[in-house]
């Protein structure tokens, strides 16, 4: 039986050993992960990089529970997330993963603060509550004055921020990013990597990033290199490196 | 989250209104093509409803009251001589031409009623009494008469006014209330003498014997008895879709098997159904469509596929909701134009709007499982892919 709540004693936030998954039949047949094996630790940022096509957003999904493997097992703060089917899959989605999609994926007809308080309604929360919440947090990511606004009217750095918000608002202990700066331009891709910085430093938090922009690696505590469905190399970035980049979140 | 829905349905104001549109064009067609078409039966019956009797009877092979196959003038004694019967009276009904005074000519629906008993007579007099009706050319008229029979005259036609039936004198002595004929003419009542002089003269002119059981007698009883002694049909005037031997049912069922009437107006029923379902099907996916990736979001941050549905569900509903109420309005705003005008005829019983709403929601139920079956095919990994 899955626990909902996460437990973490060994600083191991996401365990992956040995996944395969493979796509299509017969002669089309495509393996995409080749008996993966990674670890993501609690309070760090990791980065999956590698070339297009190399896996890594497939990674990202199975360790976000939004699609099974077809062998190896995955424990995301020791709940074995490939025995889990069906409801309780969803409902550990809803209460221990932070989503941030590469197009934002935000609601164009609801306001910025509703957008925002979702993952609390589908956890059960009062809209009233959801919502006073939802504009905390918005006050946390530097947008607490455009929560009435629609993001069409927001750029697309703002609109990321929301999206932050948004996967931040039910104090998920994982935070899964897919590409988090492609839409963005250098500028606002440094204010949304340090406000990632600053959620991984939450404690009991992971964040895994997928991404292939390589003007943002500086900012991964480790990075995962994978290429053609296999993690080649892992390993911890130069720190100084990464100071070269900090500076203050713009309000 | 159904308030999520909503905001959703809301704020994509093209399709909202486009899927009200599709929604309220169907309710509309369906209730006022339906309204119509049972106005027009109604109207079918109108005789029997201006001519109370609890039995007509008629020769064997009439099938509906606005068909007339002549008796004899002693079938009206066959029938009194039925023990069942307390009484029977003659009735004369038939389409007549009135000249105006400007010379021209309209239809009229003749009605000769026994003299002496004034079985038949309209039931509600609006000016005159129905006793005058044994004064000399003494004939009752409808209101559409005092309007139809007033052109070319000075002023509305009133008591004491005279008119031409066939060359013949008739002189209004009476103004009552009646239902419409379903060939537009309007009523005028007088003796049944009268109306043989009236109408140009043939072998048999007697069009139908009203009849009244005896006490402790039902019409059915009654109404069998007539027919097994005198081998004549012998029709029981009650509502519709009582059983075969009522005469609206038999008269409705004959305008619905031997006119074009049911095909034409069912045929902008069906139409009315397909745009609905097609408008609102089309719509509502082209909806899910466009809000897929949003939705895919919601599933894949821990939204249950049975949640997702619902909110599906809510959406579609409650543009059906609001396409119903609008169409039904409309319905009924043109129906109360019609029934203050007199004309197109409209009869809206209950089970027309509430048929019509059980087919708005099967088109709604239809659009929102297009809906959920597109969703239910999206897996939330998609989400991932740009």
């Known amino acids: ?251 | 989250m159904i308030g999520l829905a909503l905001k959703m349905l809301f704020g994509d104001t093209a399709k909202y209104l486009m899927l009200v549109a599709g929604l309220f064009l169907a309710t509309f067609l369906i209730v006022q093509q339906t309204g119509v078409f049972c106005g027009l039966m109604r109207w079918t019956t109108s005789t029997l409803k201006n001519v109370g009797a609890p039995i007509w009877v008629v020769e064997e092979r009439v099938e509906q009251v606005n068909e007339t196959n002549p008796l004899r003038d002693t079938d009206v004694a066959r029938v009194r001589s039925v023990s069942e019967v307390a009484w029977a009276m003659p009735v004369f009904s038939g389409i007549q031409r009135v000249r105006m005074d400007n010379g021209s000519f309209k239809t009229i629906q003749l009605v000769g009623i026994d003299s002496a008993s004034l079985a038949g007579a309209p039931t509600r007099m609006l000016e005159g009494t129905l006793t005058d009706l044994c004064l000399p050319n003494a004939v009752i008229v409808d209101e559409l008469a005092v309007e139809r029979l007033s052109k070319g005259r000075p002023r509305p036609l009133a008591l004491g006014d005279t008119f031409e039936i066939n060359d013949i004198e008739a002189r209004v002595v009476g103004i009552c209330e009646a239902k419409r004929s379903f060939t537009g003419g309007p009523y005028v009542w007088t003796t049944y003498e009268r109306a043989l002089q009236y109408t140009p003269p043939s072998r048999k002119m007697l069009s139908a014997v009203i009849a009244g059981p005896v006490d402790g007698v039902s019409v059915d009883e009654a109404a069998t008895a007539i027919e097994k002694a005198t081998g004549l049909k012998a029709f029981v005037n009650r509502d519709f879709g009582e059983n075969e031997k009522d005469f609206n049912s038999s008269t409705i069922w004959w305008y619905v098997r031997n006119t074009g009437i049911p095909v034409s107006f069912g045929t902008t029923v069906v139409i009315g159904l397909i745009v609905g379902i097609a408008i609102a099907c089309q719509t509502f996916y082209a909806f899910v469509l466009d809000n897929l990736m949003h939705l895919g979001a919601l599933k894949a941050m821990g939204t249950s596929s049975f949640r997702l549905s619902m909110m599906l569900i809510v959406q579609a509903f409650t543009v059906g909701f609001i396409g119903f109420g609008l169409g039904l309005a409309a319905s009924a705003m043109f129906a109360a134009g019609a029934i203050e005008r007199g004309q197109p005829p409209v009869y809206l019983p209950w089970i027309i709007p509430v048929a019509t709403f059980g087919v708005i929601l099967a088109i709604c139920s239809l659009a929102a499982l297009l809906g959920i079956f597109r969703l239910s095919r999206f897996e939330p990994a998609m989400v991932f892919r740009a």
């Open chain 1, 1 to 251: 039986m899955a626990k909902d709540t996460p437990t973490s004693s060994n600083g191991i936030a996401v365990d992956v050993r040995g996944v395969n998954k493979s796509f299509g039949d017969g002669a089309a047949r495509l393996h995409v992960l080749k008996d993966v094996s990674l670890q993501a630790l609690t309070g760090e940022i990791l980065m999956l990089v590698g070339p297009s096509g190399c896996g890594k957003t497939t990674l990202l999904s199975a360790i976000a529970g939004t699609m099974g493997v077809d062998s190896g097992e995955i424990d995301v703060f020791g709940n074995p997330l490939h025995r889990m089917r069906g409801g309780a899959l969803t409902r550990f989605r809803a209460q221990n993963i932070g989503f941030i999609f590469q197009q934002f994926n935000l609601i164009p007809t609801i306001t910025c603060a509703e957008n925002v308080s979702v993952p609390l309604l589908i956890r059960g929360v009062s809209a009233s509550a959801a919502k006073k919440k939802a504009r905390e947090v918005l006050d946390a990511v530097g947008m607490g004055d455009r929560w009435k606004d629609r993001p069409g009217k927001l750029s697309g750095g703002q609109q990321q921020r929301i999206a932050i918000a948004r996967a931040l608002v039910h104090e998920p202990p994982l935070v899964i990013c897919d590409e988090p700066t492609a839409a963005l331009d250098a500028k606002n891709g440094e204010i949304v990597l340090d406000l990632f910085r600053q959620v991984a430093r939450a404690a009991g938090r992971a964040v895994i990033i997928v991404t292939h922009d390589n003007r943002i690696f500086s900012y991964a505590d480790r990075i995962a290199r994978m290429d053609d469905g296999c993690i080649v190399d892992v390993h911890r970035t130069d720190p100084r490196e990464v100071a070269h980049f900090e500076h203050e979140v713009p309000h």
